[in-house]
């Protein structure tokens, strides 16, 4: 069958743009103007008609009318130019970036959001000011405590509490993974467990003494989530000038904020009346040793009882109601009076430490009634200490332990907490023992841990990760995804 020839299909009829229309008609005189407007998308036309009528009169008396109209048309058209308003992660600049990441949970989310790109992690490695702010913000969480006991040191993870968990619930399996991949078994340490035990934890660093090592006492630190060991030989002349046996009263560990990885180490030590103390600086990897200073009393310094707080010791020097202060900057040795009210009992019963501010308090305890004072200056300048809180935890000790006896020890004033031990007997007889931390400023206590434990505990808070900070301001190298 032939095929026949598609008929053609109708033009396409040309699209007229709405449009709105407005006359104006004036008419003065014999003068009559009529202007038309229509807009359509983009254009607005103007037609403006006049119209001028004259009338005369012949000589033989006829009447003749004329007419003038001249029409004006004028087209405008209107240009429309489109801006993005869109803004893109890369136009934020590195300020941008800070305020955002200042709103981030926690200190493992931070984490991971940084290392998500090489630019965002150059945002935070190059600004201390924002390292400082972040951890104003985001106290870094306590994630477990460290024992010690006859053998070796031991680690216990807390669980967040059901607040925590509520608020945040990513930070629970942020800080488990950070365990996973840590090394809070110690195994990195390059001797065995027996002779080393735990004698200070700061910034996510332990230092740990090996007293059973008889061929050289020695000191190492250990970084768990880095793996991070050194192994620091005790200062050799430290015994010098003492007429008797010296003893090792305790040790102490401090970092550097703008370099997390230099730190230093200060060794207390005492030879009957007298004290000194020799510093380790891992940036030289040498110990200054201070001369013997007298400070009288009758070996009045107990066994790991002193507290760091912004560069200075202060040790407790029972028995003659004042502490020593020991400036580990210039080595000088003073005085500092306690509050009258402190009755100091073996050092278990007070504690020199920092609130959330830095600045130095006194935490004392009778029975159930803890005192808190801050060292602060009168008008006249000089040194006092101000009352701050009495707080009472009957009820709240009551709820953990029935009414039990108990005995309450003070184990470490920090950042603004007050951690605490106590001891009691279950009425089966079995000792207990159970872990607490106060707050200072919102005197809310919560119960960390308890069981059959040694109350030399140190609490391990988690520490700024070194894979955010940089040594030059620069990135330098990509870095590993841990915390």
Known sequence: MASEPLAAPPPKRRSIPPTTTTDTITTTGGKGTTTVSAAAKGTTTTITTTTITTVSTTANGTTITTAT??????????????????TTISSLSEDNLREIFLRLPDLPALVRATLTCRSWLGVVRSSLAFRRLFRALHPAPLIGLFFTSDTYP?????????????SNPGCDSDVTAALRRGDFFLTSLPQSFSGWTVTDCRDGIL?????????????????????????????????????????????????????????????????KRRVRAAIFSSETWDWVIQ???????????????????NGSIYWPFHGEGHMIRINTDTLDTTVVDLPEQVD??????????????????????????????????????????V?????????????????????????????????????????????????????????VLDLLLEGAFDDYVYPYIMAWPPSLVADDGRIGHDAEGSL
């Open 69 to 86: 109209t001249t029409s004006n048309a004028t087209t405008t058209t209107t240009s429309t130019t489109a801006t993005s308003a869109d």
């Open 154 to 166: 031991f680690f216990i993870p807390l669980r967040p509490s059901d607040s925590d968990s509520d």
């Open 207 to 271: 230092l740990l003494w090996n007293k059973l090592d008889n061929n050289d006492l020695s000191l190492a630190t250990l970084n768990p989530m880095t793996w991070a060991v050194n192994i620091l030989p005790l200062p050799a002349g430290i015994a010098d000038g003492s007429r008797r046996h010296l003893n090792f009263v305790g040790f102490h560990l401090q970092s550097s904020e703008e370099k997390p990885w230099l730190f230093r180490v200060i060794c207390v030590c005492t030879n």
């Open 291 to 309: 001369p013997w200073v007298r400070i009288g009393g009758n070996n009045s310094l107990k066994f790991k009882v002193g507290s760091l707080v």
């Open 344 to 385: 100091a009992v073996n050092g278990c019963n007070f504690r020199a430490g920092d609130t959330k501010d830095g600045e130095l308090c006194i935490v004392y305890h009778s029975g159930l009634l803890l005192h808190v004072w801050i060292r602060s200056v009168d008008s006249d300048g000089t040194e006092i200490w």
């Open 387 to 443: 009352p701050q809180n009495r707080i009472s935890f009957s009820a709240e000790i009551d709820r953990f332990t029935q009414d039990l006896p108990d005995f309450i020890r003070i184990v470490q004033v920090r950042s603004g907490y007050v951690y605490l031990s106590m001891t009691y007997m279950t009425p089966a007889g079995t000792q207990r023992r159970s872990f607490f931390s106060i707050a200072l400023d919102t005197l």
